[in-house]
């Protein structure tokens, strides 16, 4: 479970890509209580309401309202249960109460007694998200008739029938404060957690989601129990189940679950607090261990619902945009700032919008600041055009039409609109931002960013206040009451990726240069094409002392062509409709990845050769990322995950210092970075950049023979002259190396053990050893891992174990993460040592093998259902002469490995009795 976070969503349909670091904000006090549902002998029945661009909004007459949205082309299905509570709706010494509500629902209810054990059967993919507004739990699986009718009954009874108790809440507590601990580590989260509570002085959107530890950690057990009773009732959710199912066998499975439940006399309860207009700058100081010096300013802005907020989202996209936006011109490219964000939470009540820039180390921060206020403050002087806001206004349409492909995505999207009042408004939002203009957002700008309606904390006496007063919203109901939307986008064919049927059409071809291409053809939602190209290059004879040189080589090729500048690129991406990523951050490796529509199917390859033929590395640009990736190493220095991973890759690096792929520190890093020149890169781009020994995968509607001439036609002038040599793994094989490393003033430490294992993927026992891990710490809240350190202890927020194995390796690597607080630790080591050796004394069961062979088929199936992962495979297996045969096999293989075998593996490759072991966190304290 978690706290809800952002990633890799539209900027509608999120809020923006800084709430995936940003801690919950919460919301207004409650009164009134209302008596739990109760069963009824009559169930409930659904009654059709409405269309709207494909969705089907049903009725039960109990008061829940039902979306289904089918795609048959997907061989998976979504079901997601949205409440609406939030951390708004918590009493004062109550805060955290929604959050921690949500993980006490995974302790199963009266008829669903193990759920965890059978989530991980099922192949299931799960979670909840806690957020401002709303609470939901879902549910992601391989279509199957008897799974969905489980995770409906499973929904229904647990929303009237959870059965955690006292002692449950109790045990959870050290995992809950493990989070808060977690996010006390990053000094982003902390600051604008400490900008919200000083932004709002009365509305509950002041308040973390993970709430405050003395009001998690001393409310009374009945409290939480009312508070379930209160909001968790069927006139309160709204059940969206998405991708395949059988329309009138999953309405009669819901009329049979759901429909049992009876709606509450009581009315649900309505929140009445309106946060006063702010009358007057105000500051936070924030003063905690770290490296990097940051400076943020809020401002009161309407909610979601206002029509102002299209304009807001608009003029985000013009501040934040990485490549065109004012930000990056203005204090990024010229140094002020390492990164710069601007973003506004869509929230059903006024919220804030957020400006934020991070500094350099040791760096003074003034002009920083300066520029980050006039920036936004004298836009009336600096207005807004037209360009820019048709420039804003594709880069977010484009964002929102990709995030609408995914059914199952956007199913889970409906959750935030749901929150707002209704699901329909995803796509009247996106109406509206179609129609804004530059009069709009410059209006709005200088409506809200005035200086008596910033957060930055300084209270200064002013005789004229300029004051920005917020109107009201109209009604949902208003808003939306003759909205049809439009035509659902074209769904792709029903035909699902499993080996027969990639087999039956895939199509391969090698290049005069080389290049060996497989094309899998098939008609996808809204005509998308998948590809995945990699590009192996040079050797380490010719890039030692280029590896940094290397490093920023991909992502700087965005930067700038001949033919297009930085802000040409994303727009051009923008108008393409397409995503093309450019890395090379393996070393020897060119890595591109490109998502386009088949409309723009010729421009949008046109454009990748005209990227990956003529990058200008200018110089201006290569200090712009170098400072941004020394930043980014200068954070590390005292973060625990990153120092405790950087022991490990130091241990187990087994090359000589000097070779190009040498575990490397920090500072070498650094001195590296200092290196790097638009020459040098020029030269290595010059030398390196060839096709002669790439591999090419594309998955969409093409032809195979003319998508792989087209792309031939275009790459063959990369021809850089440098020899390839495959850069070999070297690895050491080490035991009982035990390492603990001090973090000074962090809440939260991170564990590592790991040992190599002789093993990988073609061989015997691979199967055996890949379940025995399952089993023990691979499969999440089912594993032994989380269910003693977790659940059990409550040592850990998380916890687990994987094999990191190559199928062209001939070792691989089996390594334990927990996070903890420091003082717990040591008994997370001492819990995993005992956890081993109850394996080896008493062995797992048959259950246990045979659950877990059951729930890896089923999600691999679900994996596969992904065609950008479809085109990462084919492209794999050429790299590593991997036949298709190999993933039948795995599927025949699994089902008869036997309970003896998975002992035998767990004994021989994972419990090792000279632990290796990576620590990283405040020891000190714990001496205090």
């Known amino acids: 479970?978690?706290?809800?976070?952002?990633?890799?969503?539209?900027?509608?349909?999120?809020?923006?890509?800084?709430?995936?670091?940003?801690?919950?904000?919460?919301?207004?006090?409650?009164?009134?209580?209302?008596?739990?549902?109760?069963?009824?002998?009559?169930?409930?029945?659904?009654?059709?309401?409405?269309?709207?661009?494909?969705?089907?909004?049903?009725?039960?007459?109990?008061?829940?309202?039902?979306?289904?949205?089918?795609?048959?082309?997907?061989?998976?299905?979504?079901?997601?249960?949205?409440?609406?509570?939030?951390?708004?709706?918590?009493?004062?010494?109550e805060t955290g109460m929604a959050h921690l509500l949500e993980h006490m629902l995974f302790k199963g209810s009266d008829s669903y007694k193990a759920i965890d054990t059978e989530f991980n059967k099922r192949g299931m993919r799960v979670?909840?998200?806690?957020?401002?507004?709303?609470?939901?739990?879902?549910?992601?699986?391989?279509?199957?008739?008897?799974?969905?009718?489980?995770?409906?009954?499973?929904?229904?009874?647990?929303?009237?029938?959870?059965?955690?108790?006292?002692?449950?809440?109790?045990?959870?507590?050290?995992?809950?404060?493990?989070?808060?601990?977690?996010?006390?580590?990053?000094?982003?989260?902390?600051?604008?957690?400490?900008?919200a509570s000083t932004a709002f002085l009365w509305h509950n959107y002041a308040n973390s989601t993970i709430g405050a530890r003395s009001d998690v950690e001393n409310f009374p057990f009945q409290v939480l129990r009312d508070f379930y009773k209160r909001h968790y009732r069927p006139d309160n959710a709204v059940l969206t189940v998405a991708g395949r199912f059988d329309k009138e066998k999953t309405i009669a499975m819901i009329e049979k679950t759901f429909g049992k439940l009876q709606q509450p006399e009581t009315p649900i309860e309505k929140l009445y607090t309106v946060e006063p207009t702010q009358d007057g700058e105000r500051e936070i100081n924030l003063r905690r261990t770290g490296d990097v010096p940051m400076i943020a300013a809020v401002y009161h802005v309407p909610s979601a619902l206002h029509e102002d907020t299209p304009a807001i989202q608009v003029l985000s996209q013009i501040l934040s945009d990485s490549a065109r936006g004012r930000m990056q011109k203005k204090m990024v490219e010229p140094g002020l700032a390492t990164g710069a964000y601007a973003y506004s939470y869509l929230l059903k009540d006024p919220s804030t919008f957020t400006i934020m820039a991070q500094g350099s180390k040791g760096k003074e921060t003034s002009a920083m600041e300066k520029t980050l206020i006039s920036m936004v403050e004298g836009i009336k002087e600096n207005t807004i055009s037209e360009a820019e806001v048709a420039v804003a206004k594709a880069a977010l349409l484009k964002e929102t039409e990709e995030a609408l492909r995914?059914?199952?995505?956007?199913?889970?999207?409906?959750?935030?609109?749901?929150?707002?009042?209704?699901?329909?408004?995803?796509?009247?939002?996106?109406?509206?931002?179609?129609?804004?203009?530059a009069a709009d957002v410059q209006r709005v700008a200088e409506q809200y960013f005035v200086e008596s309606n910033r957060t930055l904390g300084r209270f200064i006496p002013t005789k004229e206040p300029v004051r920005a007063e917020i109107s009201e919203a109209?009604?949902?109901?208003?808003?939306?009451?003759?909205?049809?939307?439009?035509?659902?986008?074209?769904?792709?064919?029903?035909?699902?990726?499993?080996?027969?049927?990639?087999?039956?059409?895939?199509?391969?071809?090698?290049?005069?240069?080389?290049?060996?291409?497989?094309?899998?053809?098939?008609?996808?939602?809204?005509?998308?094409?998948?590809?995945?190209?990699?590009?192996?290059?040079?050797?380490?004879?010719?890039?030692?002392?280029?590896?940094?040189?290397?490093?920023?080589?991909?992502?700087?090729?965005?930067?700038?062509?001949?033919?297009?500048?930085?802000?040409?690129?994303?727009?051009?991406?923008?108008?393409?409709?397409?995503?093309?990523?450019?890395?090379?951050?393996?070393?020897?490796?060119?890595?591109?990845?490109?998502?386009?529509?088949?409309?723009?199917?010729?421009?949008?390859?046109?454009?990748?050769?005209?990227?990956?033929?003529?990058?200008?590395?200018?110089?201006?640009?290569?200090?712009?990322?170098?400072k941004a990736m020394i930043t980014g190493l200068e954070m590390n220095r005292s973060e625990p995950s990153s120092v405790a991973v950087s022991i490990l890759s130091k241990t187990f690096n087994g090359h000589e210092a000097g070779h190009p792929s040498a575990f490397k520190t920090i500072d070498e890093q650094i001195?590296?970075?200092?290196?790097?020149?638009?020459?040098?890169?020029?030269?290595?781009?010059?030398?390196?950049?060839?096709?002669?020994?790439?591999?090419?995968?594309?998955?969409?509607?093409?032809?195979?023979?003319?998508?792989?001439?087209?792309?031939?036609?275009?790459?063959?002038?990369?021809?850089?002259?440098?020899?390839?040599?495959?850069?070999?793994?070297?690895?050491?094989?080490?035991?009982?190396?035990?390492?603990?490393?001090?973090?000074?003033?962090?809440?939260?430490?991170?564990?590592?053990?790991?040992?190599?294992?002789?093993?990988?993927?073609?061989?015997?026992?691979?199967?055996?050893?890949?379940?025995?891990?399952?089993?023990f710490g691979g499969s999440g809240f089912a594993s032994r891992l989380m269910q003693r350190i977790r659940v059990k202890e409550g040592y850990s927020y998380g916890t687990g174990s994987w094999l990191q194995m190559e199928f062209d390796?001939?070792?691989?690597?089996?390594?334990?993460?927990?996070?903890?607080?420091?003082?717990?630790?040591?008994?997370?080591?001492?819990?995993?040592?005992?956890?081993?050796?109850?394996?080896?004394?008493?062995?797992?069961?048959?259950?246990?093998?045979?659950?877990a062979i059951n729930g890896a088929l089923k999600s691999l199936r679900v994996t596969w259902s992904s065609e950008a992962y479809i085109a990462r495979m084919l492209n794999g297996n050429k790299q590593m002469d991997r036949d298709m045969k190999w993933f039948s096999d795995y599927q025949e293989t699994l089902p008869t490995v036997t309970v003896e075998q998975v002992n035998a593996a767990f004994a021989k490759y994972i419990a090792q009795q000279e632990l290796n072991i990576f620590a990283a966190g405040d020891w000190a304290k714990l001496e205090k």
């Not at 109790?170 to 808060?180: F, I, L, W």
């Open 1 to 93: 479970m978690k706290i809800f976070t952002s990633k890799n969503k539209s900027k509608f349909t999120k809020t923006l890509l800084a709430s995936a670091v940003f801690v919950a904000l919460a919301g207004c006090s409650a009164t009134q209580q209302s008596a739990a549902p109760e069963v009824v002998v009559k169930n409930a029945t659904m009654d059709f309401v409405r269309n709207v661009e494909g969705i089907n909004e049903y009725t039960l007459s109990n008061g829940m309202k039902v979306l289904m949205y089918p795609d048959e082309a997907q061989p998976k299905t979504l079901v997601n249960i949205t409440y609406k509570v939030g951390s708004v709706h918590e009493k004062y010494g």
């Open 809 to 851: 390796e001939e070792k691989g690597m089996y390594i334990m993460s927990a996070i903890a607080a420091p003082e717990n630790m040591k008994k997370v080591v001492e819990a995993y040592k005992e956890e081993v050796q109850k394996v080896l004394d008493e062995g797992f069961s048959d259950k246990e093998v045979t659950d």
């Open 474 to 626: 109209k009604d949902i109901s208003e808003l939306l009451a003759d909205y049809k939307g439009r035509k659902a986008v074209a769904n792709g064919e029903v035909y699902d990726n499993n080996v027969e049927n990639v087999l039956a059409r895939l199509k391969e071809f090698t290049w005069a240069t080389g290049t060996q291409v497989s094309v899998y053809p098939k008609k996808l939602r809204a005509g998308e094409v998948n590809m995945a190209m990699t590009f192996p290059v040079g050797s380490a004879k010719s890039l030692k002392g280029y590896e940094s040189d290397f490093k920023m080589l991909g992502g700087l090729i965005m930067s700038g062509t001949e033919k297009y500048s930085k802000e040409q690129i994303a727009s051009k991406m923008d108008e393409l409709k397409a995503s093309i990523s450019i890395s090379t951050r393996t070393l020897g490796e060119i890595n591109v990845s490109v998502k386009a529509v088949k409309e723009n199917l010729d421009a949008t390859l046109d454009f990748v050769q005209e990227l990956l033929a003529n990058p200008t590395f200018k110089a201006s640009e290569v200090e712009i990322d170098r």
């Open 406 to 437: 995914n059914v199952t995505s956007v199913g889970m999207e409906l959750s935030e609109y749901i929150a707002m009042g209704d699901y329909r408004y995803i796509f009247y939002f996106r109406d509206l931002v179609e129609k804004v203009t």
């Open 671 to 775: 001195d590296g970075l200092k290196k790097v020149t638009s020459k040098r890169l020029q030269n290595l781009h010059s030398s390196h950049f060839n096709v002669s020994n790439g591999f090419v995968a594309i998955v969409g509607d093409v032809d195979p023979k003319i998508i792989s001439t087209q792309l031939e036609m275009r790459l063959s002038e990369l021809n850089g002259k440098a020899t390839f040599a495959k850069l070999e793994d070297e690895v050491n094989e080490v035991t009982g190396q035990e390492n603990w490393v001090e973090t000074p003033d962090k809440a939260n430490a991170q564990l590592y053990i790991a040992h190599v294992v002789d093993l990988n993927p073609q061989e015997d026992d691979y199967y055996a050893a890949y379940i025995a891990n399952q089993i």
């Open 127 to 195: 979670n909840a998200t806690t957020w401002l507004d709303r609470t939901n739990y879902f549910e992601l699986f391989e279509y199957d008739e008897a799974n969905l009718e489980w995770a409906l009954g499973m929904e229904a009874d647990r929303m009237v029938n959870a059965t955690f108790t006292k002692e449950q809440l109790d045990s959870e507590m050290t995992v809950v404060r493990n989070e808060m601990e977690r996010g006390e580590n990053s000094p982003f989260r902390m600051l604008s957690s400490r900008l």
